[in-house]
Every structure is written in structure tokens, then in C-alpha cells.
């Protein structure tokens, strides 16, 4: 019974046509061309390395697309345990009518094939879309990014800060500041600027969103521009910043930002928690790892000083979900989003979605997002996804809080689908 | 058969008359007289604010009851979600005879009308207490309660030290502590006399426990009088401290608590890991939060010191709940105590439910306390945990472990309700 | 039909033949004499203190084993809820056909009768093995372990270093390093020296892994020979180190240690998080607890620098294992290594059990090893561990991914027996 009625909640929940809400998509090339671009998403890569692999045998310069796969299936016997490896499966199942219960050494040929003749179709991104039922996709735009050449109402640009905030010392950052603003960069005055004409070149474009990963031990902190010119000048001479002028940097051009989202009325995506190439030897992609000693409290002054922008948060280390859900239980800005990355595995999704539902506002809590470099991934993950999203509704909610199924459904879709209209202002 | 099984235990553990060894009842006034004593449970106002109503619109000055009652029930749509709604709905059911499936601008004025002629019954009280199997209630007294002109076995006194310890420098915590043990504040010894007096006291009116909640710093070490002395007498000389000072002071007036728990065979009840006001704007009560990194192995020196003394532990952040499992397994005077604040969700309690039953051993178990301000909360909090507890025998012990109903029950009612008495004293 | 595909699932995994990839057993003595042995064990010795019997109770100078079996048995009726408890049960039902529901004070002396009675048998050790179903049993063994007098085809030897990288401040650890290696311990170039003996020694001996547990706060680094040495010659002269020189020791020992397991082709197990002696008046070996704020994010250099190694990494706090999973996932020479101590919960096994098989390649995964001191818990440590196994196998494989139960029991065969073979290279 209970199974019956998961799957008929699971049913309505697959019928919802949805806005995925971060994603690495480029827009110019959305959909892949190869099976290549499929395994060569660093889940894979990662993977098939840690689990013995070398990295030149992946990586190897001037490698052919159909080579590379066929390197990879060799070592997926290691890997098929896993949730990344079932949505492989799943995606050359439902895009490729793909049938046999793995991917071997034996079979990935004429699958490659296969694919690739289906991905040639010239509307296959369009296929992709209309088949994973998916209408918008947000992006995560360099932010020197033209924004132009891509239907910004399909695929919504949203401003990664990233660079801006740890990597200013760096001229290149600099000069591609200078050049996407046209504003030259020569004191705090002229950075503030900058960013100014930044934030209206990305609204001009529609942007819903700004967004940054941080490193567990970064605490926002208010520095007047006073505070910060010393620093600027610095790194304007090239001099090497120590630690401390380095925190000022990164913490100046943050609030910075912030004050810009106050401004321009954008929700501001905190992804709290990774540590760069931890492992510098890895695969590209594959080397960035975390320390689960972090804390939401770091982010108090922040909170408190703008209470008119919304901070959509992920965190990465699945310890941090209590006090994610405890803040956004207090906070009137901060809203709990998605599942993100090492978080972002069935057994912690559940935990976390159960007490994500449980005890904070329905209309506060983004369900889900792919997380996506190529199209094809947001119907396996989405499915994933659904799946346990499911189960909660038939369990905590029908079975256990004697909800009705239409609740429940009604439920599953506000956090699926209306919140993200609601809470990045596209409807 | 287990839905069955899970219903019968559920259905044993029901009938137990219970003691709710923590709350924050005022025996002068235990029960609600309207909606809006319920309603104005920060868990509400609180989730009403944090999903978007101004706390100026909940906490206006003057605002009638209903009114303030029409106004919280607007926002109710956000938050029925929430575990803490379906103890509201659960309340409004049981006492007040509502069957509507929410409470809805539409019905809610006919609720608050009927709901206040019940609670106008001269012995609603009694009723309350009645119908949630209730028979006695721990209160968390100031240390200046006077504790008369109540029924001290029905409320029992509990002598809550917070601002003992944390607000000494305030001038009137001091006057306080003068004007309820008549000995001035005028050095260190008489501080020590000063506590004496009020566990005295205390202990006269039947005070069952001590107890303290902490923030996640908190590391208790022995202070010296010699020590304190210059401390104090800047306190008194009205210098403000600098932060190694106030730590000296919190130390030694806890270390002092601690003795005297020791001496007059208290125990003595640590709830750790809340910081205080991270969000000042919140409503009153909702400003709370915490930071997860905090270790059990900061109260080492405390528990190794007074073996005498027993620590019914509560720990806020639920990644500390292992460490309290395993403290329990291992020092004779550590006791698990409940599921605290932003522990006290579904989701959670079970994990640390499953956990404690699963290795600590069960006499040194405190199942759950309601924490509640009014007497309704008790019967939808603790059947929340019975639900709960029910569930855990039912799957880990009596399908896991092949136990008979019986003796799962029985381990239910130990924790529900045995080792309250034998803990606390009262039996 | 879920119960019973859990069933045939359990059917098989018990079927196999396990090696056990981290005891404490000692070779001369591995299967108990009497019930005083298995009682002894510091789970129930620690359970009994901590659940109200005083150490000088349990550990009187002289006590007879049927006495101290005795005492201890009278404080069973405070833990029988422990999964601890139930391994003594299922041990004394398996080995000694023990039937009643519980052991208490009324039937313990002829359990302890019958018990002792077959114990005695001459080949009880053999008999053990072969109904637990276990047919290698991997070693734990001081540095200067002669090594010899039993078979070391079946208890295969590992060394342990704890003594050397924390105790060589100890002369009785620098007396035994240097009776053991025949090499005078006078500067860092005959620590180096020794230390590439007792590798020798060991490897001579079949040794299969080199084995360390690590206090939360230790933090590999590379120390010359040059920063080691004057170091180690305060040590010599008597003087007292402080912290930092401590630390140099310790990290300078614990580097060459690792370079030794890259020469020699050993893994080294990583036991992380343990402090030690956190409760002092504790029973012998129940002193022991930690601090759940460590991260493996202190183990970055050590994993970048030895990608040679093989590191099978066990954590004490469950609040690690979601870092545990995402290194394990990173680094090819990180593997997840069992459930370890206070993380040897069925609530915890369960869901660190899931998050790895459903994120880390099933190639690196080591599933359970006992931790035992004596032969006969394998057998119902294993089982509790099996039966948690074959239900995630259930629900997250078969049922929940569509893999039939072959495929299902084969995964389930090579975390518990193929990953061991491989990973230690006993096969």
C-alpha cells in the first residue's frame, strides 16, 4: 500500500515541468555532442581515478572523444555501485533506449554510436529539455560573461563572484573587470563602480541571481573603503598580500556585492563550505574537498546587516543541514537550497529533506538543483531527486500526518517548482 | 503486521502517566486562557517571521489577544509543514474538539471563541493536566522565586543559574542575589554563602534539579576564590570586564554551583550549545541560534571532578549527539536528557533516540522533556516522542532484536517515565 | 517480500568466509577460557562502571574469573538494551546453546559451567573459527612483537605504532625500539635506521598493514632529519619536550613510518579521532573518548605526498564519515576501512553504510572488521554488521535500483571479503 502510494505521488511529482535553478550550462553548447561530454563530467573522472585510474590515462592531451569514453567504461566495473554511476545508466536508458543492465567494455561502442547520432539531431537540446520537462535553466556566468547570442528567458543568467572576491590579486581578474565594466581600476572608488556596472549589465540581461562558493573559514565582515584602499594599492603594485590583507580583500569586495544585491533586488547564493585543490594531483574538477568544521554562525553580521536580500544557502558538508535548517527557521533571509555536491547523495538527501520539511516554512526552501555542465544530467538527477522527496511526502507526511495526497503533492511541488518562481522573482 | 505491532506499543506507551522533568511553566498561570497564549509560542512567532510577517505586526504593543491571534493565523499558510504547526493542530484538536483540517483565516475566530470558553472552565487546569497524562511538572525557576504559593509537588522547583553565571556583572543580578539570600555581595566568600542560601532555599521548597544552558565555548574549569577576588571587585567597582575576566567569572560561579550540587545532592541539568541574540531583530525568544562546533570533551574536567554530582546532559546541535551517547557510555554521571529546541524535530529525534537506546545503558536514559511555556504543549510534544520511541522498539528491538512486546514496552516506559523518578529523586 | 529478499540476501552473506582486517587478538591465547574473558571485554567493563559499579568492583586485585563473572552479571539489567549485551547473548547461544531470554543472576553460574566445559576442549580455538566462519585474523602487534610460536598464515601480523610516534619521549619505548631493531637509538639516523628493522622484521613475518590511532588534533607534516634532531636530543638527555617539540616527534615519526609503508608496500591503517585517557578513574581500556571536531582535511599533505600508499581510514566520530566518503571518492589512496568503536552502532552503521556504498567505488571500501581481543565475538559482531549490510542491499540495490540479488550479493561479498583480499594483497 505504501508502496502503491509512493509511486503515485512520485507520478504527479514527475508530471511538474520545472526551472532548474543552478547550473553549470554553458548556453552555447547546452546540450552534449558525444557520450564524451556525458563521462567526462567530473563525477566520472573523479571516480574512475579514485578508484585507480591515472590521471594522464583521462587527461591525455589530444585525445580523441570516443577514445576517452572508451578508456573510462574500462574502469566503471569500479564505480557502479554509485548514485553517479546510476545516472549514466539512466541517462543512456531514457536518451539512447540504451538496454542492457551495464555499460562494458563489450557494449559502449554501439552505444557511443547510437548516442551520437541521436545527439546530432539539430533540435537535440530541444528534445533534451522537452524529455527531462525542463523549461528554464539558470547558469552561472563568469562575470565578464557578454550575456548575448543565448535566449536569456530559457537559460537565465545569474552572476558567479567567485573571482571577485578571492582572486582581485590576480591582474587578469582585474583587467577583466576593467574591460567588462570600462571602468578602469585604479582605487576602492573606482572597484565600487565596477561592480556597479557589472550588476546593471547582468539585470539588463535578466539575471535572477548572484552567486559564490566560499572556503568553510570565511566569515563576512563589513570593511569600510577606507580600510580596503591600503590593500587595493597593494595589489595594484604587485606586491604578494599576507593573510590578513588577503581577508580584507575578499571580505571588502563580499559586502560589496551584497550591498549590490540589496540594491538591484537579487538573491544573493551562498555555496558554504569548499576547500580548493585540496588535492592538486586530481582531475580537473576533481580536486576540491572540505572541512566539516563550519559553521553558519560565521555569517551572523551578514545576515543581520542585510535582512532585505535573500541568501538562498547550500552547504557542502551534510553536518552543516541542522544549523541550515535551524537559521532559516530564524531568519526571514535565509532560505535552504538544494543538495549540493558531497551532500548530494541519497543517503544524506533524505535526512535532509526530511528535516528540511519538517521545521522549516514551506515557501523557504528550494528543493532541488542539478548542478549541471550538460543538459542530459537534469533528468537522472531530478529523478533522483523525486524519488526521495517522494518517499517523504508518503511517509512523514500521508502516513504519518494523515495528509492528503493532494497535500502532499501540493507540497512536492512548491519546493520542486514555486518556490524558485517565487523566490528568484521569475513569475 | 509491524503498522499493528507499532500501534499497540504506541498504544501502551500512551496510557503511562508521565512527569515532564524540564519546562518553563509559570505554576501561577500553567495553562493558556486564550489562542493567543498558544500562539504566542515563540516556535510560532518566530516561523511566522522567519516566512515573512514583520515582527512590529506580532509584537505591537498592546494588541489584544485575537487580534494578535487573527494576525499569526494569516501566516500559518507558510508553516503548516512543520512539526511544530501539527503540534498546534494537534492541541486545537484534543482540547477544543476542532476538526477542520487547517486553521484558516475562515475558521479561525469560532476556534479562538470556543477555545476561550473552554480554558474559562475553572479547572481547565486540572483538565489539561488530565487529559495529557500528566502529573507532575519540573519548573525552571530564578534563583529569586520566591516558590510559594504553589502546589510544589505538583510544580516542582528546578533553580535555573544562567545569569548566575553569565550576568554577574550586571548590578542586578547582584542586588538579586543580595535581596533573596540577605547576604550582600561584597567579596568572593560571600558570593559562596550567598549560593548556599539560595540551594537552601531551594531545597526547602523541593527543588529536584539545578540547571544551566550554555553557549558552545563553554569549557568549565576550576577557579580558585584567590582568583576571583580581583575579578569581583572590579565587577563591584562597576569596570567593565575584558573577556578573560568574564570567563574567570563564569567559571568560578559555575565551578561553585557545581559544589553545591555536589553537597546538597542535586543534579545538575547542562543544556549546551546555544548562542544567545545572534539575531537581534528577531521576535522576543527567537533570536537564538547556534554553532555547531562544540565538544563534549570541553566539561572533562568537570565531569571527572564531581563523580557525585549527575549531569542530565542536553545538547542542542544534533552532531553532538554521538558524543553525548558516548560520554553516557563511558562516565558513570553523564545521563542523556531529551531532545532539545532544533534538535527536538522528527528526523532527528529518532537518530538520536535509536542511538542512545542502542548503546547507552538504559537507566541512564532520559527520554524526552517538553521544554513547553504553557501545560497544552505537553500532549502533542509528547506524543510526537511516543510516536517515536514506539517505532524504534518496534523495528530495532522487537522485529530487530526478536524482543517480546513486553519488554520493549517496558524499556519505553523506563525512559519515558522510570528514570525520571529514580534520576531526579521524586519516587 | 521485502523481509524475505533480506533474508535470502543475509543467507548468503552469511555463507561466507571472512578475514578479519584488524583485531587485537593475541595469537597465544586467541579463544577465551571462560566467560571471565568475554565479560572482561572493556565494552561490558565500561557499561557496568558507567551504568553504576564501582571500578574497584570490577577490577579487585585477585578476583577469580567465576567471581568477577558474577559481579558483572549483576549489572546486565542496566545495559541488556545495548547492542553490546546482545553479542553477549548471541555469543553464549551460539557457542554454549544458551537459551534463556537474558543472563541474570539466577542462571549465570551454570552458563558459566557449561561455558568453561567446552571452552576446554582442546581444539575450542578451531572449533570457534569455524563455526564463526572466519579463516584469517589480522593482528595488532606492538614493534617489538618477536613474531613467533604461532601460525602466521591464520594471524597475520600488523604493526602498531602508536608507542613510537607518541611515547618516544618514553625511555622504556627507546629501550624497546632499540632491543628490537639491535640498533642503539643516538641520533635520528639510527631512529631511521631501527625503524627500516622492525619494517624487515615485520614483512619477514607476513606482516600485511602497518597500523596507527591518531588523536583529533594530530596533523601530519613533514619534519626533516635536521628539525627531528635536536629534538630527539632533548629527549635523550631526560629533558622534558614542550608542546611544539612534541609535536615534531610526533610528526617526524609518523612521516618516516609512512615512507617506510611506501618502500615496503604495506598500507597503513589510520584509526582517527581517539583521545585518550579523557576519563582517568575509568575502567582499564574504558578511559577513552573524543572530540568531534577534527576534519581529514589535516591529512592533506600526508595523502598528497604518499600516493603510493594505501591509507584505510576508520574515524571514531560519525560525524566524520561524510568526509571520509568524499576523500575516499578523491583520492585513490584513501579507503574507507569499517565501523569503528563508539561509530560501531547499528543507527550509525546504517547510514554510514549507505553514503558508501552509494558514493565511494566499491573497490575501496573495506566493510567491517571486529576490533576483537578474544575469537569469539567475530561472529556476532560480523552478524550485526551482515544484517545491516543485506538491508541496505535490500532497499537501496534491489529494491530501490533494480539490481537483482546476485549482483547485489556480490557487492555485499566484496566489501566484507574481496576489498580485504585485495587492498591488503593477501590474495
Redesign the interface.
Given at each position: 500500500m505504501s508502496e502503491q502510494l509512493w509511486q503515485r505521488i512520485l507520478g504527479e511529482l514527475e508530471q511538474l515541468v520545472l526551472i532548474d535553478p543552478h547550473t553549470h550550462i554553458n548556453p552555447h553548447a547546452a546540450a552534449s555532442t558525444t557520450l564524451a561530454d556525458i563521462l567526462g563530467y567530473h563525477y566520472y573522472t573523479?571516480?574512475a581515478?579514485?578508484?585507480?585510474m591515472d590521471r594522464e590515462r583521462i587527461e591525455q592531451d589530444g585525445l580523441e572523444p570516443k577514445e576517452r569514453v572508451g578508456r573510462l567504461v574500462e574502469q566503471l566495473g569500479?564505480?557502479?555501485?554509485?548514485?553517479?554511476y546510476?545516472w549514466l545508466l539512466e541517462m543512456c536508458r531514457e536518451f539512447f533506449d540504451f538496454e542492457d543492465?551495464a555499460i562494458t567494455v563489450d557494449n559502449w561502442e554501439s552505444l557511443y554510436d547510437d548516442s551520437a547520432a541521436r545527439m546530432a539531431d539539430s533540435n537535440w537540446e530541444d528534445q533534451v529539455l522537452s524529455q527531462s520537462g525542463l523549461e528554464q535553466v539558470y547558469l552561472t556566468n563568469d562575470f565578464d560573461d557578454p550575456l548575448t547570442g543565448f535566449d536569456t528567458a530559457r537559460y537565465v543568467p545569474c552572476l558567479r563572484t567567485d573571482d571577485l572576491v578571492f582572486h582581485l590579486a590576480s591582474a587578469s581578474t582585474r583587467e577583466r573587470l576593467s574591460a567588462a565594466s570600462g571602468v578602469e581600476v585604479v582605487d576602492a572608488g573606482s572597484i565600487v563602480s565596477a561592480l556597479g556596472r557589472l550588476f546593471d549589465h547582468f539585470r539588463a540581461h535578466g539575471a535572477r541571481a548572484c552567486a559564490i562558493s566560499l572556503p568553510p573559514d570565511f566569515e563576512p565582515q563589513p570593511v569600510s573603503q577606507a580600510s580596503f584602499e591600503p590593500v587595493l594599492q597593494s595589489i595594484l603594485t604587485g606586491r604578494e598580500l599576507n593573510q590578513d590583507e588577503s581577508r580584507t580583500a575578499s571580505a571588502f569586495m563580499f559586502w560589496q556585492l551584497t550591498q549590490l544585491c540589496a540594491d538591484q533586488r537579487l538573491p544573493f547564493d551562498l555555496m558554504i563550505g569548499v576547500?580548493r585543490k585540496?588535492?592538486?594531483?586530481?582531475v580537473y574538477q576533481?580536486?576540491d574537498?572540505?572541512?566539516?568544521?563550519?559553521?553558519?554562525?560565521q555569517f551572523?553580521h551578514l545576515?543581520?546587516a542585510f535582512?532585505q536580500v535573500t541568501f538562498p544557502v547550500s552547504v557542502l558538508?551534510?553536518?552543516?543541514n541542522?544549523?541550515l535548517?535551524?537559521?532559516?527557521?530564524?531568519?526571514?533571509n535565509?532560505v535552504t537550497n538544494g543538495h549540493w555536491w558531497?551532500?548530494n547523495?541519497?543517503?544524506?538527501i533524505e535526512?535532509d529533506c526530511?528535516?528540511r520539511?519538517?521545521?522549516?516554512?514551506?515557501?523557504?526552501q528550494i528543493g532541488y538543483y542539478s548542478d549541471m555542465y550538460k543538459l542530459e544530467f537534469a533528468l537522472p538527477k531530478f529523478r533522483m531527486y523525486r524519488?526521495i522527496l517522494a518517499g517523504v511526502l508518503t511517509h512523514?507526511?500521508v502516513l504519518?500526518?494523515c495528509w492528503?495526497e493532494r497535500r502532499a503533492i501540493e507540497?512536492g511541488e512548491l519546493v520542486l517548482r514555486g518556490n524558485v518562481e517565487r523566490i528568484f522573482g521569475t513569475s
Open positions: 573523479e571516480l581515478h579514485a578508484s585507480g569500479h564505480i557502479d555501485n554509485t548514485v553517479q546510476s543492465d576547500n585540496v588535492y592538486p594531483q586530481g576533481g580536486q574537498l572540505f572541512d566539516q568544521r563550519t559553521s553558519l554562525i551572523r545576515f543581520n535582512p558538508a551534510q553536518t552543516s541542522q544549523e535548517v535551524s537559521y532559516s527557521w530564524i531568519f526571514p535565509v558531497y551532500s547523495v541519497p543517503a544524506y535526512l526530511r528535516s520539511l519538517q521545521a522549516v516554512p514551506k515557501t523557504k524519488r512523514d507526511f504519518g500526518a492528503s507540497l
